[in-house]
């Protein structure tokens, strides 16, 4: 079973800026994690062909639903469709759905059915099954506690495991304003996606004040 951690994140990650796709972020993703649809026991078997536009296209369809997703969530809370119209918009012309509804209540419900029915598609092949605690390195551990094992048949695949998981678990997935990166959010005060770019923001913003100071 794949478990890289923020392979989503990752993945989505390659094509969310369109404009500023680079080769060398795949194939650093590639050396991390390894092929979308292919397993090590595929490697040497001349059957790895893995066109490097399906992984622009299955990046950019992740962050359309994680946008999407995370509009949705932002649309609820606010009672008002308007963070979701343009996100609904891109989603609908990518995937040739039916037009955003006018309704505020019924595009939320639109978009959120939209999500769910696209994540289940990505699922597919994915096997559910129930695993014993007793083995694992768990906190609640015991011969009376199950846990849901999910064994997804490639790397994609898995990669929409963590997202069906964070959907479920109404994950508080942000936007990070140092580096643009989404991830999840782990506590209220948190702001960055990581130590190290809440590090880079604060130097950045100190930088920027000297440069000021000295003009």
């Known amino acids: 079973m794949y478990e890289p951690a923020e392979l989503m994140f990752e993945l989505a990650d390659l094509a969310a800026d369109w404009d500023s796709r680079d080769t060398r972020d795949v194939l650093a993703f590639v050396g991390r994690n390894g092929l979308l649809w292919h397993g090590a026991e ?12 399906e992984w622009w296209v299955e990046s950019r369809i992740l962050a359309l639903l994680l946008n999407l997703y995370m509009d949705l969530k932002d649309s609820i809370e606010i009672n008002s469709a308007l963070p979701l119209r343009q996100t609904l918009l891109d989603f609908t012309e990518v995937f040739q759905a039916g037009p955003p509804e006018p309704d505020d209540q019924a595009l939320m419900e639109q978009a959120s059915v939209y999500l769910a029915e696209v994540v289940t598609t990505k699922l597919e092949g994915c096997q559910i099954g129930i695993t014993s605690s007793v083995f694992l390195d768990v906190r609640s551990r015991g011969p009376g506690t199950f846990l849901l094992s999910q064994r997804p048949p490639n790397l994609l695949t898995a990669a929409y495991v963590q997202f069906a998981q964070a959907i479920a678990n ?43 100071q000295t003009d």
């Open 170 to 212: 109404r994950a508080p997935v942000e936007e990070c304003p140092g580096c643009g990166r989404m991830f999840v959010r782990e506590s209220g005060k948190q702001k960055y996606c990581s130590p190290s770019c809440a590090s880079t923001s604060r130097w950045r913003k100190w930088k920027a004040r000297q440069d000021i």
């Open 42 to 53: 595929k490697l040497g078997t001349g059957e790895c062909r893995e066109p490097l536009e």
